[in-house]
C-alpha cells in the first residue's frame, strides 16, 4: 500500500465521543487526502492536505476537521462522532513523480454505536 | 462542476470472455481519467490513467481502457478474464486544467464477477 499506514485499523465507538484517525506515509508526498467509502456512494472527499498546514474541504467535511503538523501525518478529527459517521475511511497520498494519481493507505473502519 | 458516472452496478462474465466495465465523465477541462481495483478488505489500487496521446492506456493486470472524447467514455477492458479479476472498480476523473490539488472525483463503483 505505498508506504501508507493508517490507524487504528479499526474503531468501535460512542456517539458524542471524540475520535482522531491517523494517516502516516513514508513517500514524502505533498498532498494527503481523506476519504470515506459508503455502499452506493464510492468514495467521498473529507478533507486535503496540499503542505504541512495547508488544508482545504472536500464535499462532505461537516463534523470533520484535519491537522497537518508534517509532512509525514494527517490526522483526520470527529469532534463528536455521530452513527452517521460509521464508514470506511481512506487515506490517499499523491506527488512526486506520479502527482497525477493516488495512492491509498488499508483503510479504518469506523463504528459509532 | 466534474462527475464521473459508472452505470453498471454488477458486471458478470465467464472466465475467458472478454470483459467491459464502462464508465463515463464530465468535465469542464481536459479529463484525466483513472481506473482503481479494490479487493475485499483492501484500500483502491492504482490500474491506469489517461492523460494525454495514446486514446489505448495500457494498465496493471493485463487491463487497458478506452478514452473516446467524443462520447466522454473511458471503459475498461480486459481481453480474457480471470476469476482473480473478481472485485470493486472504480472510476475517476479530475479536471487537467486546475491545479495539482485539485480533486479527483470517484464513480460510484461496479463488482465485477468472474464465473469460473
Known amino acids: 500500500d505505498a508506504g501508507i499506514t493508517q490507524s487504528p485499523r479499526h474503531k468501535v465507538t460512542e456517539t458524542g465521543t471524540p475520535v482522531t484517525l491517523r494517516c502516516h506515509q513514508t513517500?514524502?508526498?505533498?498532498?494527503m487526502y481523506w476519504y470515506r467509502q459508503d455502499p452506493g456512494h464510492g468514495l467521498r472527499l473529507i478533507h486535503y492536505s496540499y503542505g504541512v498546514k495547508d488544508t482545504d474541504k472536500g464535499e462532505v467535511s461537516d463534523g470533520y476537521s484535519v491537522s497537518r503538523s508534517k509532512t509525514e501525518d494527517f490526522l483526520l478529527t470527529l469532534e463528536s462522532a455521530t452513527s452517521s459517521q460509521t464508514s470506511v475511511y481512506f487515506c490517499a497520498i499523491s506527488g512526486g513523480e506520479s502527482y497525477n494519481e493516488q495512492f491509498f493507505g488499508p483503510g479504518t473502519r469506523l463504528t459509532v454505536l | 462542476a466534474q462527475s464521473v458516472a459508472q452505470p453498471e452496478d454488477q458486471v458478470n462474465v465467464a472466465e475467458g470472455n472478454p470483459l467491459t466495465v464502462k464508465c463515463t465523465y464530465s468535465v469542464s477541462g481536459n479529463p484525466y481519467l483513472f481506473w482503481y481495483v479494490q479487493y475485499p478488505n483492501r484500500g483502491l489500487q492504482f490500474l491506469l490513467k489517461?492523460?494525454?496521446?495514446?486514446?489505448l492506456v495500457k494498465g496493471s493486470y493485463g487491463f487497458e481502457a478506452e478514452f473516446n472524447k467524443s462520447q466522454t467514455s473511458f471503459h475498461l477492458k480486459k481481453p480474457s478474464a480471470l476469476v482473480s479479476d473478481s472485485a470493486l472498480y472504480f472510476c475517476?476523473?479530475?479536471?487537467?486544467?486546475?491545479?495539482?490539488?485539485?480533486?479527483?472525483?470517484f464513480g460510484s463503483g461496479t463488482r465485477l464477477s468472474i464465473r469460473p
Open positions: 489517461y492523460i494525454t496521446g495514446d486514446n
Open positions: 513517500e514524502n508526498h505533498r498532498y
Open positions: 475517476a476523473v479530475r479536471d487537467g486544467g486546475r491545479s495539482s490539488a485539485s480533486k479527483i472525483i
